[in-house]
């Protein structure tokens, strides 16, 4: 279990508990959080549900390998940064307690 922290584009924080073996993205649309639209159901299809990781976070979480669905996807994100996943394509594990997220303004 980690604890994850998501932070909408108004600064409101929300910190949940996330099983490991679950997608950011998951954690995200089971504990209600608005921000993370995840239209595909976090099937890499969609974009709604980019976020940037934060700077502390991102060595470990890592980038989106070149060439890859992801990064494909992202190409349709609405206000990429170098710091935006698809938070469908983070699985949790318990070694992210404190991972932190942002939503970008909006998902489309």
């Given amino acids: 279990m980690a604890k994850i922290t998501y932070i909408e ?10 099983p490991a073996g679950k997608s950011v993205m ?17 099937e890499c299809a969609c974009a709604t549900c980019h ?8 060595d470990r979480i890592g980038l989106p390998a070149a060439g890859s669905q992801e990064a494909s996807m992202l190409s349709f994100a609405a206000v990429t940064q170098p710091d935006s996943r698809l938070s469908c394509q983070i699985t ?16 489309h």
């Fill in 92 to 107: 949790v594990t318990d070694a992210m307690d404190g991972l932190v997220v942002r939503m970008p303004e909006g998902q």
């Fill in 51 to 58: 976020v940037y990781v934060d700077a502390a976070w991102l």
């Fill in 9 to 18: 584009h108004n600064g409101v924080e929300h910190s949940v508990d996330v």
């Fill in 26 to 42: 998951q954690g995200a649309v089971d504990n209600n959080i608005p921000g993370i639209d995840a239209d595909c159901g976090g």
